[in-house]
């Protein structure tokens, strides 16, 4: 099975304050169609989660810009620019190149 | 706008069957790929199953924790997915989600399966 390993395991960040979680993969996510199966989620507490980036770059409905990825084959980026208080919650990374699905562990993300 | 409602959760004694139910509305479900993902009570997201539609041969896909004991299947006329759970063990204790896509973009509340003695 693919290991996905998310960093860190939480945050604790001030309003306004940029962050970044990193994924790295034990196998490269580039599937045969070309396409890179990596995708960003949050849990808000209490919910289910939700897309906030898939196919590493590319914002989930609704999402605003002030989330991003980058990353490719292995190693991966979520960024959050100015956060804001309806950021806080667990982020998950998910790959979908291989099967099984693999999530990461999650990093939680906690206001100052 | 679309919905994914999941029932059929509960408590259920290990070795005993339980079979989940997620309606859906909101899009073309007959061409969708859908996917059931559960989530321990330690917050850990577990991919389990995964049915695709009639133009894939409604292919399935399993955990190798469930293969053999679950069975992912879909009603296109009920836009609806479902999964049957037997022989289940008190480490499948989780809420289970069905959920849209190879992108994980629709997710449904979930649904509370708690299996002990």
């Known amino acids: 099975d693919v290991v996905m390993t998310q960093t860190p395991p939480s945050l604790s960040v001030a309003i306004g304050q940029s962050v970044s979680i990193s994924c790295k993969s034990s196998?490269?996510?580039?599937?045969?169609?070309?396409?890179?199966?990596l995708h960003w989620l949050l849990q808000s507490p209490g919910q289910s989660p939700k897309l906030l980036i898939y196919?590493?770059?590319n914002l989930g409905s609704g999402v605003p810009d002030r989330f991003s990825g980058t990353g490719s084959q292995k190693d991966f980026t979520l960024k959050i620019s100015r956060v804001e208080a309806e950021d806080l919650g667990v982020y998950y990374c998910?790959?979908?190149?291989?099967?099984?699905?693999?999530f990461g562990a999650g990093t939680k993300l906690e206001l100052k | 706008e679309v919905q994914l409602v999941e029932t059929g959760g509960g408590l259920v004694q290990p070795g005993k069957s339980l079979k989940l139910t997620c309606a859906t509305s909101?899009?073309?479900?007959?061409?969708?790929?859908m996917d059931w993902v559960r989530q321990s009570p330690e917050k850990q997201l577990e991919w389990v199953a995964q049915?695709?539609?009639?133009?894939?041969?409604?292919?399935?896909y399993y955990a190798e924790s469930v293969k053999g004991r679950f069975t992912i299947s879909r009603d296109d006329s009920k836009s609806s997915v479902y999964l049957q759970m037997n022989s289940l063990k008190e480490e499948d204790t989780a809420i289970y989600y069905c959920?849209?896509?190879?992108?994980?973009?629709?997710w449904g509340q979930g649904t509370l399966v708690t299996v002990s003695s």
């Open positions: 959920t849209r896509g190879r992108r994980f973009a629709y």
């Open positions: 909101g899009f073309t479900f007959s061409n969708a790929w």
């Open positions: 049915i695709k539609d009639k133009s894939n041969n409604y292919a399935t």
């Open positions: 196998q490269s996510l580039v599937y045969s169609d070309g396409k890179t199966y």
């Open positions: 196919q590493v770059s």
């Open positions: 998910v790959q979908a190149t291989h099967f099984p699905y693999t």
